[in-house]
């Protein structure tokens, strides 16, 4: 029909925020818009807020897994020597480390004593892993050699020992300080095995970003290990840097056929794939119940326009009568509702993305408020709380909450438009 008009004409948009600026006394809901719109940037930065640190999360898990641990550790099986001993010693492990450093994709690969002893300083305890490994390969592993979070001087790595800033801390020692190692498992005598203590310089203290990594931890020259492990001539394990380690399974086939039978392989996705999945799921879950959040914001959208419907019976039926058809009806309320939900998710994005840059300062102003205490690393692993803004993130929040904006909006919306005009001016 020629005079038929456009749907979202300019006209409809300017019957709508009428109605949307309309003051109770006449016939408006603005207390209940407001309501509505409150209830969205809400629910939409909390959102946003939780994915993020989520996301924040897991990433610096990740993040400290890669940056401090070998991404593919290769074991020998367990096999019996000469005198029926079971051991698991890698007697050719420069040769093993070689070949499996021809593979394509590895970085690195390098031999490594690991054991399980006692330090020991200023009449302190703590119970260490010791970790032997040459000051070349420390050097290759970015959260350990990091200048900006530790302190001391690794080219002296070879004259003492690196530790953990946890170990440091627990211990009471600084660079220059001694410590002293001790192992159950020391020297062998005709009277038995007597327990090994040799003292070690400080000369290195990292903060690998990880409690329970920094709290344990300590490097030892991969020479003087063996000796102090009686590992003489021989290797734990090869420890293997790849090059993409978030694509660590394509790896182990190559792998394995380079280093040839008698060997395991334990990634990292192996290591921490139990914990990872369980994030994934508590993702999931709580995407849900935030979704479920929203949902509640938007149904105050549904009362306001119920109620702006039931004030406006009188408008209706006069633009009815103007020749205003159930379409054009409709479109008014439904650009009603959809403007409530547009600025409450537009709010909601701001909130949640100034709390997702700015989480250190409000973290830091809570701690301060709540008196100190509340992020214990030794229970979560990480010294802060991370959050890390995905513009994946992002979009699925604003999609979720316009998507349920406009939705819920059509129902009174079509309730308006199918309103009765003769009704609607019965008793005018």
């Not at 300019?10 to 809901?29: K, N, T």
């Not at 794939?273 to 994030?279: V, Y």
Request: glycine letters at 10%.
């Amino acid at each position: 029909m020629a005079g038929r008009t456009p749907p979202f004409a300019p006209f409809e948009f300017l019957i709508a925020w009428r109605y949307l600026r309309a003051r109770r006394s006449e016939g408006g809901v603005s207390v209940m818009t407001w309501i509505s719109l409150v209830g969205i940037a809400l629910a939409v930065f909390a959102l946003i807020a939780t994915l993020a640190v989520r996301s924040g999360f897991r990433a610096e898990f990740v993040d400290t897994i890669l940056g401090s641990n070998a991404h593919v550790t290769l074991y020998p099986q367990a096999v019996q020597d000469e005198n029926g001993r079971v051991t698991r010693a890698i007697t050719d492990y420069e040769a093993l480390a070689g070949q499996v450093a021809t593979v394509e994709g590895v970085s690195r690969a390098a031999p490594l004593i690991k054991g399980q002893v006692m330090a020991n300083a200023n009449g302190r305890n703590s119970g260490v892993e010791v970790f032997g490994i040459t000051e070349e390969d420390l050097l290759a592993i970015p959260r350990i050699a990091d200048p900006e979070t530790s302190y001391g001087d690794i080219a002296r790595f070879g004259e003492g020992v690196a530790i953990g800033s946890g170990v440091a801390r627990e211990l009471g020692v600084t660079t220059g300080d001694r410590i002293r190692l001790i192992s159950p498992d020391g020297v062998k005598t005709a009277f038995g095995t007597s327990p090994r203590v040799n003292a070690y310089e400080v000369v290195y203290v990292f903060t690998a970003g990880r409690y329970d990594i920094d709290r344990t931890r300590v490097y030892l020259p991969f020479a003087e290990a063996q000796s102090y492990f009686n590992r003489e001539g021989t290797a734990d394990e090869i420890e293997i840097m790849i090059d993409d380690p978030e694509n660590v399974q394509d790896m182990v086939r190559p792998i394995a056929l380079a280093a040839g039978d008698g060997y395991m392989i334990w990634t990292w996705r192996d290591a921490s794939g139990a914990f990872l999945r369980a994030l994934d799921i508590e993702d999931n879950v709580m995407f849900v119940i935030l979704s479920i959040l929203v949902l509640i914001a938007a149904m105050n959208i549904v009362s306001g326009l119920i109620m702006l419907v039931k004030n406006k019976g009188r408008d209706i039926g006069i633009l009815r009568t103007m020749g205003l058809t159930e379409g054009s009806v409709l479109r008014v309320f439904f650009i009603c509702g959809a403007f409530t939900g547009i600025i409450g998710t537009l709010a909601g994005v701001i909130l949640g993305c100034a709390f997702a840059i700015w989480i250190d300062p409000i973290f830091s102003a809570v701690n301060y408020v709540a008196g100190g205490g509340v992020w214990d690393p030794s229970v979560r692993g990480l010294y802060n709380l991370p959050a890390k803004l995905q513009l994946q993130d992002v979009l699925s929040a604003v999609g979720l909450s316009l998507g349920l904006s406009f939705i819920v909006t059509i129902f009174p919306a079509r309730r308006a438009a199918r309103m009765n005009p003769v009704e609607a001016l019965r008793y005018e």
